[in-house]
């Protein structure tokens, strides 16, 4: 399989100049709102499901288990399609299971037109980076990734928020036949667009698994593990704290998440850049401003104005160490650079269910105050694993 080093200058854009990473960018907004915008839609579909919040809040636990669990298996599997023909298929996949969201009779159905899209989102992650980085040559890798992340960025900020207001408007049920049709959207845009790129070499599964033994990309997977813990052990519980701890009225919550995701913007920029010059210490650096963005929160809520200061800080870090860490993790990998990536993308679900499992217990504990602490804490070891990674790498 091609790797991040190996650019396919060939094929830069689509038909009428428009890029790839565009493209992919585009489709990666449609399915990382598929994959959040759930959270918003739980009250309204828990009472029309006549089950209670709990209950519906295990859809969003079913949706990060499965891309945990089943994405390295079946990247490995689909490693070898040609990427244009996996793409449309993935976004086709999407397009179904929204329609099927919204005709759900109950939450069983529901909870079957969650799982499929949870398979073939990783597979979709892995392939698109290692396509980013394909294309643009190693120099660049970082800045084409963290392009096609900024789909992650303009879900949070647009897609998310405005699909909870349709959703207000028209049920929603209505917002998941309006995912189903921008996904099929994408798929003929893919189609039409995209040209095809070089079929990837086919590997034996055993072969691309190789990589597990090696010691330094096992030990940057874990490392993306820590980092995304510390990143939602707190920002699950964001909205929250500006209510509680910041006295942010409910009504004003969401423009505060919104602004938060906007500062975003500018940390995937930061990242995509500085990610190519030293992916470790990115990662380290990126993990301070974090740390002390998340400390500095609770300590500052009383003035909206230091307040917005310290989450401007978290917001940068949080969106930087998405692209950061899918491309430090991809360029420890010798080859498999797609099964690399999806390995990644498993690491931020087990990091982003294992920090809010971790913030669940800290608060009734420690009081939720203490949660912006605990997860500076979590960051603080991201540091110090840094130097040991390293150390690996020299080995």
């Known amino acids: 399989m091609s790797s991040l080093s190996a650019p396919n200058a060939a094929v830069p854009a689509g038909r009428g100049g428009l890029s790839i990473v565009d493209i992919l960018a585009v489709a990666a907004f449609v399915i990382v709102t598929t994959e959040y915008l759930i959270v918003g839609l739980l009250p309204a579909l828990a009472r029309d499901l006549e089950i209670s919040i709990s209950a519906a809040g295990q859809l969003v636990t079913l949706f990060a288990f499965t891309v945990m669990l089943f994405g390295r298996v079946l990247t490995a599997l689909l490693s070898h399609v040609e990427r244009k023909r996996l793409f449309v298929v993935i976004l086709l996949i999407f397009a179904a299971s929204n329609a099927l969201a919204a ?124 980092v995304f813990t510390a990143m939602f052990t707190a920002y699950t519980y964001l909205a929250d704290l500006l209510e509680r701890i910041a006295g942010v009225a409910p009504a004003h919550v969401g423009w505060w998440l919104m602004g938060f995701g906007a500062i975003g913007l500018l940390g995937n920029w930061l990242g995509g850049r500085l990610v190519d010059r030293s992916p470790l210490g990115a990662t380290a650096a990126f993990a301070l401003l974090l740390g002390v963005g998340m400390a500095a929160s609770v300590p500052l809520a009383g003035s909206a104005g230091l307040l917005a200061g310290a989450l401007a800080l978290w917001g940068i870090a949080y969106t930087a160490l998405f692209p950061i860490c899918q491309v430090r993790v991809m360029q420890s990998a010798s080859h498999a650079q797609a099964l690399a990536g999806t390995l990644n993308v498993s690491a931020a679900n087990a990091g982003t269910g294992l920090g809010a499992v971790i913030g669940g217990l800290v608060i009734p504990q420690w009081g939720l105050g203490s949660i912006g602490y605990v997860a500076t804490g979590i960051a603080v070891l991201a540091i110090l694993m840094v130097a040991v990674v390293a150390r690996l790498r020299e080995r």
């Open 103 to 226: 005709i759900a009779p109950n939450v069983w159905v529901l909870a079957v037109a969650r799982f499929i899209p949870a398979l073939a989102l990783p597979v979709f992650w892995g392939t698109a980076s290692e396509t980013a980085g394909q294309i643009v040559g190693p120099q660049r890798a970082g800045r084409a990734v963290s392009q096609v992340y900024l789909g992650i960025s303009a879900a949070l900020l647009f897609g998310i928020p405005l699909g909870t207001l349709a959703a207000d408007a028209i049920g929603w049920r209505g917002t998941f036949w309006i995912l189903a049709g921008l996904s099929l959207l994408m798929a003929l845009a893919l189609t039409v667009f995209m040209p095809r790129v070089a079929r990837p070499e086919r590997l034996r599964l055993a072969e691309q698994t190789r990589i597990l033994k090696d010691p330094f990309f096992v030990a940057n997977v874990v490392l993306s593990v820590v």
